[in-house]
């Protein structure tokens, strides 16, 4: 596809997922706890870090 950019789509989706985060009060501890992530990971993944873990972004609508 013409101009898709992966790292595009996972920082508009790390930047989602921090404005979700902040609007819900939560912080990025309770997140991760909640996910049964790190807060590191969580940190990667609201970055749009292309290096983190994608797999652990299903466990991420549990938090």
Do not use: K, N, W
């Not at 996972?10 to 939560?26: I, Q, T």
């Amino acid at each position: 596809m013409a101009g898709y950019r992966i790292d595009d789509q996972l920082s508009m989706f790390g930047e989602h997922l921090h404005r979700c985060r902040v609007v819900s009060g939560l912080t990025a501890q309770q997140v991760a706890e909640r996910a049964f992530i790190t807060r590191g990971d969580l940190r990667t993944i609201e970055t749009g870090d292309p290096g983190g873990r994608l797999g652990v972004v299903p466990d991420l609508p549990r938090a």
